[in-house]
């Protein structure tokens, strides 16, 4: 009889709904949060790390950086259970009812680098709040949005984000932000005696040898690893490179030691502070965070369920992503997407059980709650992250690449490329141009009135807007382009196909 129990309680995880037994389903949710947990953090490592322009120092202390790692892992866990069990109001739901893993998302990196550097973190914290407003738009107007945004404007702007990251993984392989910029101040002249000290940090053989061993690590077990092991490659690599830099003495744990047991998540640790600019810039990407989660959701279905998710389910999806990560932003941390890697277990183990999700849901809230998790990853070396994130980033850029070849390669779709890269990305990563854009147009509008000085400081903030970061420009560039050049009826087959087939590939891969 029991054994009978057992094996109805394996074959539950198989089914959507349903109690399978704890021992069967914290296995499974503890290898939801193995292969996605350091994915999770990196992106508030990264921008914590940033250098203000203004002062020269990271936009964080080390006490904000620890309590956003703590706030991150538990509006994750949070955001997660509300995609398994939606919140229902009237007709629409928040949360799409299925087996959906939420993390921090890369896509607002490079636009919050550039962000914090100019206005701080406070302003990064602000535009999380308010910009998921455009999200919650999406998610209410689904259907008729989705033909905006096809996979050659996914791909162009998955390409642009994952260029702008790879500088920053191989800086912080080399010894991260704070010790390149002394470096740059040593090689000005410029430098303090900190900053000298610093300096030699950057590019050392402890960090080069201590980045090396995580990346060969990754490297290795992703090409002779199976299951578990594979899937939790990068926390692997990590960990060994985390014990290399504590043998190597490059580690402090004094902030570790300070950290307390169990502590709550504390809502507005770090002030909001709002901007209209910032605020522009986050909402554009939200909406190439809504994309992501739209193209993760439909793998699950089409793999777990051999079917295209329903209208409601990604509506509520969208809106989840959007809430959850308005929370995030409210609880210090930042916006939420659903995640491919977990998606991708889903689609090659076709565990689609809840219950085997909410408990690793579970974990990642209880994760939350303890400050001293957050600061042992708050004292990491840069070069820790560093070895790992190069090929993660790497990824990102080329999936990008892998939409655009499922679009095909058009006269339509390479003239849409053509002006996307050459016009919108080029230009957005010429700031010298870009600075000098709102001067340069000034006389189109130049009768010395009240109107055309009004008229020239809207469109002075419209240029800033739109080349001020080249995600947004390219984000809002390809999306235009694809309105003025509609596509064919074969070319609109081959965008539904690319859609599906791209979903389920990039997820069992």
């Known amino acids: 009889m029991s054994a009978q129990k057992e094996l109805k309680g394996r074959e539950l995880v198989y089914q959507l709904n349903g109690r399978p037994p704890l021992a069967v389903a914290i296995p499974l949710g503890l290898q939801h949060v193995l292969s996605m947990f350091i994915g999770n953090l990196a992106p508030v490592v990264v921008i914590t790390s940033v250098v203000s322009a203004v002062t020269g120092e990271a936009i964080a202390t080390p006490e904000q950086r620890r309590i956003m790692i703590q706030c991150c892992m538990f509006a994750s866990g949070i955001t997660t259970l509300v995609q398994l069990y939606p919140i229902k109001i009237g007709q629409y739901q928040i949360g ?26 406070g302003v990064i914290l602000g535009a999380v709040i308010v910009g998921g407003i455009t999200e919650v738009l999406m998610g209410f107007f689904i259907k008729p949005l ?27 392989f080399a010894g991260g932000a704070a010790a390149e910029g002394a470096a740059k101040a040593v090689a000005a002249g410029t430098a303090s005696a900190a900053q000298a000290a610093l300096a030699l940090k950057y590019a050392s053989w402890q960090n080069l040898l201590i980045g090396g061993i995580v990346f060969l690590t990754i490297l290795l077990l992703n090409r002779f690893a199976k299951g578990v092991l594979k899937m939790s490659a990068i926390l692997v690599g990590i960990l060994i490179g985390y014990i290399t830099a504590i043998i190597l003495g490059e580690v402090d744990f004094e902030q570790v030691r300070l950290a307390g047991i169990i502590s709550a998540p504390i809502p507005f640790y770090v002030r909001p502070e709002f901007r209209m600019d910032a605020i522009l810039s986050i909402a554009a990407l939200y909406v190439v965070s809504g994309l992501e989660t739209m193209g993760n959701i439909n793998g699950i279905t089409i793999a777990g369920f051999d079917r295209e998710s329903t209208s409601r389910e990604m509506s509520g999806a969208v809106m989840a992503d959007a809430a959850g990560s308005m929370f995030a932003g409210v609880f210090n941390c930042l916006p939420n997407t659903a995640f491919g890697q977990n998606a991708g277990i889903v689609a090659m183990t076709r565990v689609v059980n809840k219950f085997c999700i909410f408990t690793g849901a579970l974990i990642l809230i209880l994760a939350g709650l303890s400050p001293k998790i957050g600061a ?33 390669f058009s006269d339509r779709n390479l003239l849409i490329l053509a002006i996307t890269f050459g016009v919108a990305y080029a230009i957005g990563e010429n700031k010298v141009l870009v600075a000098h854009l709102p001067m340069a147009t000034k006389a189109l509008f130049n009768s010395g009135s009240s109107f055309s000085n009004a008229i020239n400081a809207i469109w002075e903030n419209l240029v800033n807007f739109v080349f001020k970061d080249t995600t947004v420009t390219v984000c809002l560039f390809s999306i235009l382009l694809n309105i003025i050049f509609p596509p064919s009826a074969e070319e609109k087959e081959r965008m539904r196909n690319a859609v599906q087939e791209a979903a389920v590939e990039d997820l069992k891969g």
């Open 96 to 121: 799409a009812g299925l087996p959906i893993v939420m993390g921090t998302s890369f896509a607002f990196v490079p636009t919050m680098i550039t962000i914090g550097r100019e206005f701080g973190l």
């Open 146 to 172: 989705r033909k905006f945004f096809p996979p050659l404007v996914i791909g162009a702007v998955l390409m642009t984000i994952g260029l702008h990251l790879l500088p920053v993984g191989v800086q912080y």
């Open 376 to 408: 042992i990853f708050s004292v990491m070396p840069p070069s820790v992250l560093g070895g790992a994130v190069v090929t993660v980033f790497a990824m990102i850029m080329l999936n990008g690449m892998k939409l655009i070849a499922k679009a095909g």
